[in-house]
């Protein structure tokens, strides 16, 4: 891989719910087999119809008392609980694991270019969104869905990839060795979130309306590796709940 390059796929509408986003990229790029295809979850959430209203949802006791806290909507906060499988913290924001695995706050549930008075979730399940555009190409790529994260330990939020096919998430680098002959220490390598750090940098965040890029060049092993750390080794997730529990 000596060179590597980067294309915002332009002219996208707004999406909406049942619109073909494999068609809609190859309508206005011409992809090759190979090709890396990042697309921002927003608009697979659209595409998938995962519009909310605030007005649908009737907030719990519990919504109610963490929307308190927070000085959040607790139809919000709500649907934040609906889209979660395991609270981390709920203070000062809410921290939770997504059915699908990921971590985010408010469980990645968008109100940046939705529109008023309305939500957008994370896809069910976007590594099947992913296999679903994927199929749907006639190259023959892989598909990066991506989001926009923070991130604890550094400022700043960052892309990272949620759902992924026809590519493997981690590269392997068991058994090689660095410069010097040592094995490496460093076994596995987030991949595909490396890639949508970068593509996520192109889309930006705002009005831009470019919610695809396509990466070329790249070298990628195809499957293998998950990146959700399977709960019994995630030893910070333990102890943050420890430590909410208890205050
Ligand atoms: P997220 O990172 O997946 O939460 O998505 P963002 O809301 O940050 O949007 C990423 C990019 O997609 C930005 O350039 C947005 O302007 C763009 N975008 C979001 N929704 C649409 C849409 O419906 N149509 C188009 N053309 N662009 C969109
Ligand atoms: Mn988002
Ligand atoms: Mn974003």
Redesign the pocket.
Known sequence: MDSVSCHLVRR????KEGDDLAAMIEDRFALRDGDVVCI????VS?SEGRFKRLEGYSPSIRAQKIAEELERDPRFIQAVLDESEDVLIERPFLLVATRFGHIGVNAGI?Q??VGQGRILLLPEDPGTSADRIRGGLEKDCAVIV???CGRPFRCGVA?VAIGWSGIAPLRDWRGKRDLEGRELEITLEAIVDEIAGMA?FL?????????VVVVRGLEYPKSGGRIFRPRELDVIRERLQEKDRRS
Do not use: Q
């Open positions: 996208f509408p707004s999406i921002a979850s927003t608009v659209k968008d940046s270019n991506t989001d926009t892309g996520n889309m930006g965040e705002g009005e831009d309306g470019n919610p």
